[in-house]
């Protein structure tokens, strides 16, 4: 017989999820400025290489430069980013020595040229669609006078 789950866990489930994760503050600026700014960067991060190719750090601060700022890739962020572009072939590397010092240098594939062109699209229809949703929630709303959705 299999008994239905009530919700609670027991002591070893517990001790085996560890501490309980934080709950985002979605009513939190910094929660939607971090999420929209970890998928920016990958889009950037598209962008600036597309342009040329460079190494982890031009790329850091090619997306600093072009977003001004807005989007600003750590070292944290950056070359997991660049090898799981590169493992999923929209990238490839080569070594090549920079300032005496050996470097990977990365460049976009055909299929990461493809995939920048998909992203743009994708993001210009985001985009359209928030401004859209903008104006209409600043339409009068019929539960209330304020505007607001």
């Not at 950037?44 to 190494?55: D, K």
Request: hydrophobic content about 35%; proline content about 7%.
């Amino acid at each position: 017989m299999v008994e239905a789950y009530n919700g609670t866990m027991t002591p070893v489930a517990r001790s085996l999820r560890g501490a309980p994760r934080p709950t985002p503050d979605y009513a939190s600026r910094g929660y939607w400025q971090g999420t929209i700014k970890m998928s920016l960067s990958k889009f950037f991060v598209l962008r600036v290489l597309h342009q040329r190719p460079m190494h982890g750090y031009e790329v850091v601060q090619a997306v600093e430069k072009t977003t001004r700022g807005c989007c600003s890739p750590t070292e944290g962020t950056i070359y997991p980013m660049l090898n799981d572009f590169e493992a999923n072939g929209l990238l490839a590397a080569r070594l090549e020595t920079v300032q005496g010092r050996e470097r990977k240098v990365y460049a976009l594939t055909r299929r990461g040229r493809d995939a920048f062109r998909v992203a743009v699209q994708a993001w210009l229809e985001a985009t359209d669609c928030i401004l859209a949703s903008r104006a209409a929630s600043q339409a009068p709303h019929p539960d209330g006078p304020d505007g607001c959705c």
